[in-house]
């Protein structure tokens, strides 16, 4: 799915905006004051850049303050609230908004949740009329007016507006889900469930509709039903905490409350869903401002907070992650999740041994934590501990003694670890039964193929599993320079420029990608190309090592960059080991 903004300018543009805007003349004539106005400017222009909200406030406020009457600045300063969660302090902006645009988007539907909040249900619809377009504005601002007519004792009339509502067919899960847990909430029973079920029908991959179903059927003499429900989503992922937890209440014969109970979670509910909807598809900026909505009325919902946390990962924002994951109660339980990413995060701010211990503790308290010990291997594996990697992925292997399509990243990154450790043997035999597991993975079939390619061995099934790989992932620049660089060990080198100047285009910024583009240059015999290309890599930050030989063939070329060490004497005691092959891009 794809979705339009709802603003006239996406957030992100908005906020790019902010690089264009100059310094009004009414400053000129005070000299400190447009120095300030000039730095506060670049410096807001750097913290949106980097995504460093807490920055880019304390700039945006100091531009407020000095020019006041500047409503791009204001605008500015609401959204980057917005998305920091500060969503008191954004709605102190909406009527400074509204007096320049009435009908500004976003400021509607914040205070369309401000009076959702405060139960004031007519203002909320009025202020949704005007909020936004498009589809996923048009699906929200029906679901949360929908929800605005149950908590004005409406249940039918709510019903009735969302099934009005005409859309793509992604809608059809969101319009059940809604209808179903408003007449949940109402009582409606029979209707309620025959909508629900239909949710989790449309979509039997979404835990929440199948837990609304779940928890439906538990309260209408059906546990048998609600069971099966959670069984079928535990195939697909197993042991998920939420699920463990219900499946024990429904066996101990509880019943298990409605999944929305007023039209506050609802809204929330609503709020989350296209926030967590809108954060896998590409629209990052838009998400946070739904997810900070969904908590803002909504405290306690038991995942918004977590896919807030999920989406500063995305966006490389560890610090924020952290925050958000060490607010998560002890009593729910997701907590332990939110532990185990707690460590992950840590990790990313430089603080292994802090992730570390934090692991070692959370496996002692369960042994059998696949989770955590995926977790503690994958921090290992980033920190080319290969060894220690491949006994921490051992282990959560011998907690499956069948393995199934599911757990094929068990073998495949012990595979890893393997063959980084100079463990090929081992490394093969995981990534075979990780194939095995799952046939089609990309990332398998790149990496053996690549393996065998590069180790001059099983060339023509080799070559075929990364060209089956590519075209499964044709967008994986990692995948597709993996194709370009076997064509390069087999000394196809037109066939490696085509396919790794792609790759180059794909991922433009990666140092490796562009290095393996000079060398194939420059055996095609365009060596002012490959010049270029090598000192486009050395200036893209590449690892040590790499640089290392990167400059070498910019100062002598390919020919000599390629010339074996010197053999050592043999009073020296050792001979020079093996030039290691290169990794596998995809990891």
């Known amino acids: 799915m794809t979705s339009r903004p709802f603003f006239s300018v996406a957030l992100a543009a908005g906020l790019a905006a902010l690089l264009q805007l100059t310094v009004p003349a009414r400053a000129e004539a005070v000299p400190d004051v447009d120095a300030s106005l000039a730095g506060s400017y670049l410096a807001a222009r750097l913290a949106i850049v980097e ?94 007016a929908a929800w605005t007519f149950y908590g004005s004792n409406n249940a039918k009339g709510a019903v009735d507006l969302i099934d009005r509502l005409e859309g793509p067919d992604w809608y059809a899960p969101m319009k059940e889900l809604h209808a179903g847990l408003i007449l949940d909430a109402a009582g409606v029973k029979k209707e309620a469930g025959k909508r629900l079920e239909q949710a989790m029908k449309l979509d039997p991959g979404s835990l929440r509709a199948i837990d609304a179903y779940a928890r439906w059927a538990s309260r209408n003499d059906n546990i048998p039903a609600a069971i099966a429900a959670y069984q079928s989503f535990d195939k697909q992922l197993p042991d998920h905490p939420l699920v463990v937890q219900a ?85 729910s339980p997701l907590k332990r999740n939110a532990d185990v990413h707690l460590a992950i995060n840590l990790d990313a701010t430089d603080k292994f041994n802090e992730a570390r211990a934090h692991l070692d503790k959370i496996i002692a308290q369960d042994p059998k934590d696949i989770e955590a010990i995926m977790a503690l291997g994958r921090i290992l594996q980033s920190r080319k501990m290969f060894a220690e990697c491949a006994t921490a992925y051992s282990k959560a292997i011998a907690l499956v003694p069948q393995p199934t399509k599911a757990n094929w990243a068990l073998f495949y990154f012990r595979g890893v670890c393997n063959e980084r450790s100079k463990n090929w043997t081992g490394a093969e035999a995981d990534l075979k039964k990780a194939l095995e597991l799952n046939p089609d993975q990309p990332q398998v079939l790149n990496y053996l193929g690549y393996s065998w390619v590069d180790q001059g061995t099983n060339l023509d099934q080799g070559l075929n599993m990364i060209r089956k790989a590519v075209k499964l992932r044709p967008d994986d620049g990692p995948i597709v320079d993996s194709l370009g660089w076997a064509y390069y060990k087999l000394g196809r080198y037109n066939e490696a420029v085509t396919e790794l100047e792609r790759a180059v285009e794909l991922m433009p910024q990666d140092p490796v990608i562009n290095d393996h583009l000079g060398d194939a240059y420059w055996k095609a015999g365009r060596k002012l190309e490959a010049s270029f290309q090598w000192a486009h890599a050395r200036d893209l930050k590449p690892e040590p090592e790499d640089l290392t030989k990167i400059l070498v063939k910019l ?32 990891q």
């Open 247 to 331: 499946l024990k209440e429904l066996k101990a014969g509880k019943p298990l409350p409605p999944l929305v109970k007023s039209a506050q979670e609802g809204s929330a509910e609503v709020l989350y869903g296209l926030g967590s909807l809108l954060g896998r598809q590409g629209g990052e900026d838009l998400a946070l401002v739904y997810l900070q909505f969904a908590i803002w009325l909504d405290p306690d919902h038991p995942f918004a907070s977590l896919t807030l946390a999920d989406l500063y990962e995305q966006l490389k924002q560890a610090d924020k992650a952290i925050e958000v994951y060490e607010s998560v109660p002890a009593s």
């Open 555 to 586: 100062d002598k070329g390919l020919d000599v960059a390629e010339q074996p060490a010197p053999v050592l004497k043999a009073e020296e005691n050792s001979a020079p080991a093996p030039a290691a092959a290169p990794a596998p891009a995809a």
């Open 51 to 144: 995504r460093d909200n807490d920055a880019a406030i304390t700039y945006l406020r100091n531009l407020l303050r000095l020019d006041s009457r500047n409503d791009e600045i204001v605008e500015r300063t609401f959204y980057v609230m917005l998305i920091d969660g500060q969503v008191d302090e954004a709605m102190k902006l909406t009527d400074r908004l509204l007096k320049t645009d009435r009908t500004h988007r976003i400021a509607r539907l914040a205070l369309a949740v401000k009076a959702i909040k405060k139960g004031h249900y007519q203002s909320a619809r009025t202020n949704l009329a005007v909020s936004m377009s498009g589809p996923v504005g048009d699906l929200t601002k029906t679901l949360l």
